[in-house]
Structure formats: structure tokens, C-alpha cells
């Protein structure tokens, strides 16, 4: 037996196998009866050769019936041996568990049985009692069987028993794999390795960047003795909660510092929802103005360095969103915190000058320039894209706009635009554009900023130099790759900042009228007709184009609908449900199109005592929601957690695979946990 002590129970049945399946080979070839059966053939041959056939057929038939009685014999012969040999593994196996120095047991996958265990599995459970009899599930807790059938060997998680950590192994021999397959378990005790990692990943350096972003309008017209007692207040805040925390906190200039801490200590903050966003309100400064701040943390990057660079990228993702919330970064993916506060504006004219700059740089710099916005064109995204059409044919460059005419919200507009010559052979589809793209290529991406939105993605990936225009606070699956980004989440639209952009690069004269209309029903879509998130600047933006010759009638065509789909959009209104008070929840019960879901989720808003609508319109295999607020509820984070996105006043969403049920009763829990996290 020492020969066979430190084989593997396959590798030992395959030994004895052979030895014995050997020994039996031998043993058959010296048996009397194939010799007798050879004899008789041989006199049967020579009967046969005397032309007395029924006598040489006898014998023919003797050693025939002899041989196959020897077969028959030796194949019982050889399946005792096969079964001696297994019961013979399966004892040898059985005797050296039950010295093994770790816990073992064979429990019977169909019900996960035990049928056998050994003493250090009693010794680990601290019993003096057989547990064999009993599921495993029931004398382990959380064990499952289900990583074995899948052909693991080590179950993903650990397994504590008592005060023990264990890690669990096991698998089913290949020749067991039927319906009372057994499988064979031991558990390795790892506590003190699993402590150990423990420790090490709660003591984990967590790098994060606070900012008091508005820090500038906190200051403004103050005295240096204001804005020294400003300062002492917000230092002050700041600085008691890292005190709670622990770590280390350095200010690094006049309204940005630096906190480091232990991973540990990440989930305490977590679970006060970064309290300092809401204590930091508390300061204000004469005129009125509560300071805000905006959080930038980054974790499980490989050294401090890369954790630093992580927490620039989500504060710069902040303050992209709005601000006033914090965000965490991990080497995956971005986790948001706050951000449930209307937006309020703080753009600079300087910046816009300077993008425009650039952006013509880009242009002039391309052999060939093509926009595109987010699939389901609206008129913010026609206006804005003709906007830069407008601008690249002032560089004396050709401009192709990317957009579905069957699959679009402005078709009107696009009518509108096609009269003219200059626009004949602009409008393109996806495919074409991808065919005529080169190296030089420039791709200008208007209001949206997520590649799974555009109107081809394979464009968008196919073409090195991208730039964003775009109004919506940023998603975590933003166009990261960039060599321009316009993100001002305090716009309007896309088409105010793209007319903003032509006041500082293009002649006026030298718009065409189309194009001018364009981007004003850009900004009367996405204003509402100038009632939301319109602040000075979109002012500014409507007179200059209205300066130009726009006329306010004309573009309120472009918005009409006919008598059918406003009869129709009134059903979806009376559908409508209150909930909470002041939230109006309906779901189309035929199909609608997307802009007449917007269309009734505006005027559920007209309804005196409704502060926020969702309007649930089901098209192909997919729930969509389009959301409105007054700015009192930000639906944008309410939708953000079923994977849409927006603003906080106008946002939406897509749910795949679902009823309309389904879609409501999700929809409802999100409302729910919004409120409730407040």
C-alpha cells in the first residue's frame, strides 16, 4: 500500500485497474476451455476435409458454444474485479480522511446530504454528535453546492464556523456525475490569512479633493474682513467634520483642501451621506448665498498617486453635474452622493470665448466634419447641429449632420432646413457617414454627453477627435476621450451655447434663416417656451437671434400638432394618478411618440397643486419614462437610478425586458428611496 499512499483517487483506481484487468488477461489465456475449443476446430477441419460436413459442422458448433459460456464467465469475472477495485479506492480514500488533519465530509449533491464526515469536522463544529443524516445547508448556513456543479473546485465565498473563517474545496469525481452523485468537501482554516487581507483593505489609503465651488460668488464685494471671517466659518465646518472622521487634512489654497483617510472610515461617511454638504449650507455670506461644496474621492487605485487622479476625475465630475454633491471614483466605475439641489448658474463668458477658439481651431485643423446627437433627434439637437454647420461653412468646410429622417422628433424642422441648397446633401445616416470618414476626421457630438446615446455609436468610435456640446449634468459613462468638451449644466440647451459660441466666431449675416429658427426651437424645446431653466444668458442668446430676423411665430409652427395626436395626448393626461400630493404618475395605453409623452408630461405641470409628472409610453420591447419638475424635486437623480438621465428639471429613461407594471411599480421604489434618503 505505500506504493499508493500519495496518488490521487483517480490515478489509484487507474493503477489497481490495470494490475488486476492484467493479472485477468493472463489468467484467461491459460483457461483449458479455449485450448479444448481449438482442438475441436482443428478436428472439425480435418472431418471437413474427409467430406463429412454434418460432423465437422457439430464440432464447428461445440467450440463456438464453448467459447462464447468462457466470455460470458470472464466478463462477470472482470466486473467483480472492477467493483473490488472501487470499493477498494473508495476505503482506502474513506481511511486516510479520516486522519486528515482538516475538516472533510461526502454529501450527496441531489439533496446535499451528508453521508459521512470525519472527527476534525466535528472537532471544527465543537460537537460530539454525527451530523451525517443532515443537510449541509442546515449544519453550515450559507453553504451552497452550486459553484461544484458549475466544475469550481473552491466555493467563492468564505465559510465561517464558530469563530473560525474557512475556505471551502471540494469537487465530484468524473464517473460519479449521476443523480446520487456524491461530492467530496474540506475546509482549510484561513483566519488569520483572512484577517490579515482584511485589515490591509480597511487600511487602505482613500485620497479625496473638497471644494467650496462657489466660493467666488461667496466672496463677491466682501471686504478682507469678510472674507476672512468667511473663510474662519467654512474652516471651521470643514475641519470638525475631518476631525470626526480621522485622516489627515491639509487646505491646499484658498477654497480647495485635501483629506486623506483610511478605507475604513469610507463607509461612516457614506452613511452620513457626506453630512458636510448640508453643514456646509449652513454658511452663508451677507448677501444671502449659502456656500456649497463638492466632493472628489478616489479609492482601490494601485498607489496614493493613482487614488489622487482618481478624486481629480470624480470632483471634476461634480462640479460637471452641478456640484454641491460628492462623487466617488473607483478604478470601475462613479458613485454619486447629494447632487439634489437645482443647479445654479456659474458660467463664464471668458470660458465661451475660449471654447470658441478652440473649436474653430479644430475644424479649420479636420478634412472633414460630422455632427450628431443623441438617437431620436429633437429640435435641440437640429438647432445646435446647425448651428456648427453654420460655423464650419464660415471655415469653408464641409459639414454632414448624422440623424435618422424615419426615427426623429423634428420633422418639421427638417423640412424646413432641407429647402434650402446649401443643405441637399448635408443629412446623412450613420453607415454613410462611417463609410466617408478618414484619419482627419472631426466628430461633433451636441446635446447628450453618453456614447450609448448617440445616434451611432460606431461612429463615435471610429473617429479619434471628438468634441462635446452638450447642457445635461454628466453620466458616469460620459464621452471620456474628448479633445473638446463644452459641458455647461447651468445652459438651457445645446442651441443657447452653440449660439453663444457664434456670437464670438461667425458673422451674423452669414446664417442662413433656417438655421437661425433651428436654434431657436432648439431652446424653446428645452425651455418650455422660456418657463424652465432659463437664466440670463438664454435671454441673451433668443435676442441676438431674434435680432437677426427669427420670427417667434414661425418657430411656434414647427411645434403644432394635429387634431388626432393632441386628442390622443389628452387620454394620456387623463390616465394620470397623484402621488404623494403633488406627483402626477400615467402610462400610455396605446403607443405614443416621444415628444407627445413630453408634450403631456409639461401640461400635467399646468395642473394647479403638481410640482412633478413621469409619463410611462411603451415602444417595441421597451418602457420609456419621460419625466418633468417645477425644480422642486430633481428628477433627474430619481431617473438616474434606473439608468436614465437628463437634468433635474426634465429627464427620462429607458427600462428594457419589462411591463408597464413592472416599469411603474420600479419607478414608485425610486421615488420612494429619493424621499426617503432626504
Not at 144 to 158: C, H, I, N, V, Y
Not at 424 to 453: M, Y
Amino acid at each position: 500500500m505505500v506504493r499508493y499512499y500519495n496518488c490521487s483517487q483517480n490515478r489509484l483506481r487507474d493503477i489497481i485497474w490495470g494490475e488486476e484487468m492484467e493479472r485477468s488477461v493472463k489468467r484467461l489465456l491459460r483457461n483449458e476451455a479455449y485450448m479444448f475449443a481449438a482442438a475441436l476446430v482443428i478436428f472439425g477441419g480435418v472431418a471437413a476435409a474427409r467430406r463429412d460436413y454434418w460432423f465437422a459442422a457439430a464440432l464447428a458448433a461445440a467450440a463456438v458454444t464453448i467459447l462464447l459460456i468462457s466470455i460470458a464467465v470472464s466478463r462477470q469475472r472482470v466486473r467483480s474485479v472492477a467493483a473490488s477495485v472501487q470499493s477498494a479506492v473508495d476505503n482506502l480514500s474513506r481511511s486516510a480522511s479520516v486522519t486528515a488533519p482538516w475538516p472533510m465530509a461526502e454529501v450527496r449533491m441531489l439533496d446535499g446530504e451528508i453521508l459521512w464526515h470525519n472527527h476534525q469536522f466535528q472537532k471544527a463544529l465543537n460537537t460530539v454528535e454525527s451530523r451525517v443524516g443532515e443537510p449541509i445547508g442546515q449544519v453550515l448556513p450559507g453553504l451552497r453546492l452550486d459553484w461544484l456543479k458549475s466544475g469550481q473546485t473552491e466555493a467563492p465565498e468564505e465559510q465561517q464556523i464558530r469563530e473560525r473563517r474557512f475556505r471551502t474545496l471540494g469537487f465530484v469525481p468524473r464517473h460519479d456525475n449521476g443523480p446520487e452523485a456524491v461530492a467530496q468537501l474540506l475546509w482549510i482554516d484561513s483566519t488569520e490569512l483572512l484577517e490579515t487581507r482584511d485589515e490591509y483593505l480597511r487600511s487602505r489609503p482613500v485620497v479625496s479633493i473638497i471644494l467650496i465651488d462657489n466660493y467666488d460668488e461667496l466672496t463677491n464685494n466682501l471686504n478682507d474682513s469678510g472674507v476672512s471671517n468667511l473663510n474662519a466659518a467654512l474652516n471651521e465646518r470643514i475641519s470638525a467634520w475631518a476631525e470626526k472622521i480621522g485622516g489627515l487634512l491639509r487646505k491646499l489654497e484658498r477654497n480647495r483642501f485635501l483629506f486623506i483617510f483610511e478605507a475604513k472610515d469610507l463607509f461612516r461617511i457614506t452613511e452620513g451621506k457626506f453630512s458636510l454638504l448640508e453643514s456646509a449650507r449652513e454658511v452663508t455670506s451677507p448677501s444671502g448665498i449659502a456656500a456649497t461644496i463638492s466632493f472628489g474621492v478616489g479609492k482601490d487605485g494601485a498607489n496614493i498617486q493613482e487614488n489622487y487622479d482618481f478624486a481629480a476625475l470624480a470632483l471634476e465630475m461634480a462640479l460637471s453635474r452641478g456640484g454641491d454633491q460628492a462623487v466617488i471614483k473607483d478604478k470601475y466605475d462613479f458613485s454619486f452622493y447629494g447632487g439634489r439641489a437645482v443647479e445654479t448658474e456659474r458660467r463664464s463668458k471668458v470660458k465661451s470665448r475660449v471654447m470658441a477658439s478652440s473649436l474653430t481651431a479644430l475644424i479649420q485643423q479636420a478634412s472633414r466634419v460630422f455632427l450628431m446627437g443623441h438617437r431620436n433627434a429633437d429640435a435641440d439637437v437640429i438647432g445646435a447641429a446647425c448651428g456648427v454647420a453654420a460655423l464650419c461653412r464660415s471655415l469653408g468646410k464641409k459639414a454632414n449632420i448624422v440623424v435618422d429622417r424615419s426615427a426623429n422628433s423634428a420633422p418639421k424642422l427638417l423640412d424646413l432646413i432641407q429647402k434650402e441648397p446649401q443643405y441637399e446633401d448635408v443629412f446623412l445616416s450613420g453607415q454613410d457617414a462611417l463609410i466617408l470618414a478618414d484619419a482627419k476626421s472631426l466628430l461633433v457630438v451636441v446635446d447628450t454627453n453618453r456614447p450609448e446615446q448617440v445616434e451611432s455609436r460606431e461612429l463615435l468610435d471610429s473617429i479619434s477627435r471628438v468634441a462635446v456640446i452638450d447642457h445635461h449634468r454628466r453620466a458616469a459613462d460620459y464621452i471620456s476621450n474628448a479633445a473638446l468638451n463644452l459641458h455647461e449644466p447651468f445652459a438651457s440647451s445645446a442651441s443657447e451655447l452653440v449660439t453663444e459660441l457664434l456670437t464670438y466666431t461667425v458673422d451674423a449675416k452669414t446664417i442662413l434663416p433656417c438655421e437661425l429658427a433651428a436654434l431657436m426651437a432648439g431652446i424653446v424645446l428645452d425651455t418650455k417656451n422660456y418657463t424652465v431653466r432659463v437664466n440670463s444668458r438664454t435671454f441673451e442668446a433668443a435676442a441676438f437671434l431674434r435680432y437677426q430676423g427669427v420670427d417667434p411665430v414661425d418657430v411656434k409652427r414647427l411645434f403644432q400638432s394635429g387634431f388626432e395626436e393632441t386628442v390622443r395626448r389628452y387620454r394620456v393626461i387623463e390616465n394620470a394618478r397623484v402621488y404623494r400630493g403633488d406627483i402626477a404618475i400615467t402610462a400610455a395605453d396605446e403607443e405614443v411618440s416621444r415628444p407627445m409623452a413630453g408634450q403631456a408630461a409639461d401640461e400635467l405641470l399646468s395642473i394647479d397643486g403638481i410640482h412633478v409628472s413621469f409619463v410611462l409610453f411603451r415602444q417595441q420591447d421597451a418602457v420609456f419614462i419621460s419625466a418633468r419638475s417645477v425644480g422642486t424635486v430633481n428628477v433627474q437623480v430619481i431617473l438616474e437610478s434606473l439608468g436614465g438621465g437628463g437634468n433635474a428639471v426634465t429627464a427620462g429613461a429607458q427600462l428594457k425586458g419589462v411591463s408597464m407594471d413592472e416599469a411603474k411599480a420600479r419607478l414608485i421604489t425610486a421615488i420612494d428611496n429619493y424621499f426617503n434618503e432626504e
